[in-house]
C-alpha cells in the first residue's frame, strides 16, 4: 500500500516528533535507518520514500498488488475486490461469502474503531510522541505544507509520484 509522500511527512513528523522539514530530510536521505533488532523483534530495514516503493516494484519472485491508501478512502469495496480477485487469480482462491466478509472487513478496519482500540488496548506500533492511528486522512499536505516543503518533495519522488497519479 503506497501513500502520498507529502502526507507520509506530516504523519511520520508526528510519529518521531521531529519537525516537517527534518523529516522530509529524512525520507529523502540515502541511509538505511531501523537496522537494530529491538524488544525482541528482528531488525527493520527502513529507505527512504523512493527506495522504499521501488523496492517493492523490483521484488517479482512472487506476484504482487499494489494499492494506494488514498484508494482505499475513497472506495474500500472496491480495493477489496481488487484483493480478492488477485488472491484468485495469482494463487486460485475462491473467498465463499463474498459480500459477508467484505462488509466484515469494512466493518472491522473502520478508522475511528481501530482509534479507540489503540486508546483501550494500545498498539505495538504507536510511537512514545503519537498514536499510530493518529488521523486517517488524505490530502492534508495542501493546508499543511509550504510551498518549498512541497516543492521538496515532489522533486525528490517526481518519477514515483507520476507512476501513482500523485502529481
Known amino acids: 500500500?503506497?501513500?502520498?509522500?507529502?502526507?507520509?511527512?506530516?504523519?511520520?513528523?508526528?510519529?518521531?516528533?521531529?519537525?516537517?522539514?527534518?523529516?522530509?530530510?529524512?525520507?529523502?536521505?540515502?541511509?538505511?535507518?531501523?537496522?537494530?533488532?529491538?524488544?525482541n523483534r528482528m531488525p527493520e530495514i527502513i529507505l527512504n520514500?523512493?527506495?522504499?516503493?521501488?523496492?517493492?516494484?523490483?521484488?517479482?519472485?512472487?506476484?504482487?498488488?499494489?494499492?494506494?491508501?488514498?484508494?482505499?478512502?475513497?472506495?474500500?469495496?472496491?480495493?477489496i475486490n481488487k484483493i480478492i480477485n488477485f488472491f484468485y487469480t495469482n494463487f486460485q482462491i475462491?473467498?465463499?461469502?463474498?459480500?459477508?466478509?467484505?462488509?466484515?472487513?469494512?466493518?472491522?478496519?473502520?478508522?475511528?474503531?481501530?482509534k479507540n482500540l489503540e486508546k483501550k488496548y494500545g498498539f505495538f506500533e504507536k510511537s512514545e510522541f503519537s498514536n499510530f492511528f493518529r488521523n486517517g486522512k488524505k490530502n492534508q499536505w495542501e493546508n499543511i505544507l509550504d510551498q518549498n516543503q512541497k516543492n521538496l518533495i515532489e522533486q525528490a519522488f517526481r518519477s514515483q509520484m507520476i507512476e501513482l497519479k500523485y502529481i
Open 94 to 114: 475462491d473467498i465463499s461469502n463474498k459480500n459477508e466478509k467484505i462488509n466484515n472487513i469494512i466493518k472491522s478496519t473502520n478508522f475511528i474503531d481501530l
Open 49 to 79: 520514500w523512493k527506495d522504499h516503493y521501488r523496492s517493492w516494484k523490483k521484488f517479482i519472485v512472487v506476484p504482487s498488488l499494489f494499492l494506494k491508501y488514498e484508494d482505499l478512502l475513497n472506495d474500500i469495496e472496491m480495493e
Open 1 to 39: 500500500i503506497s501513500r502520498d509522500p507529502r502526507d507520509i511527512v506530516l504523519s511520520y513528523s508526528k510519529h518521531i516528533n521531529k519537525d516537517i522539514n527534518s523529516t522530509i530530510d529524512l525520507l529523502n536521505n540515502d541511509k538505511i535507518m531501523g537496522k537494530q533488532k529491538s524488544n
